[in-house]
């Protein structure tokens, strides 16, 4: 249980960066499959989001918790829609 904890403290730091996480495909990458990567990146945050969730929260120091949650889930919407039919070659 001190694992869990633990892991959910680290988490809840982590999470309310993920805006720039996400983008750090866009910043370092400089291969073709940049929406890959980000959606690497989404679903990477997405286990430190259920991590998060073990731990009772507390406010967010860039955008409120309700409304933090609802944009990286929309942003995983849009990334995985533009990374899967975004390809129009």
Same mark, same amino acid.
């Given at each position: 249980?001190?694992?869990?904890?633990? &892991?959910?403290?680290?988490?809840?730091?982590?999470?309310?960066?993920?805006?720039?996480?996400?983008? &750090?495909?866009?910043?370092?990458?400089?291969? /073709?499959?940049?929406?890959?990567?980000?959606?690497?990146?989404?679903?990477?945050?997405?286990?430190?989001?259920?991590?998060?969730?073990?731990?009772?929260?507390?406010?967010?120091?860039?955008?409120? /918790?309700?409304?933090?949650?609802?944009?990286?889930?929309?942003?995983?919407?849009?990334?995985?829609?533009?990374?899967?039919?975004?390809?129009?070659?």
């Amino acid at each position: 249980m001190q694992i869990i904890q633990t &892991l959910g403290m680290i988490s809840r730091m982590i999470f309310p960066a993920w805006p720039a996480i996400l983008l &750090l495909p866009l910043l370092l990458g400089k291969g /073709e499959n940049t929406l890959g990567q980000m959606l690497v990146m989404w679903a990477v945050m997405l286990f430190i989001w259920l991590a998060k969730r073990a731990v009772p929260t507390i406010p967010s120091y860039a955008i409120p /918790e309700p409304i933090n949650t609802y944009l990286f889930f929309a942003a995983g919407v849009l990334i995985f829609i533009f990374a899967r039919f975004g390809k129009s070659r």
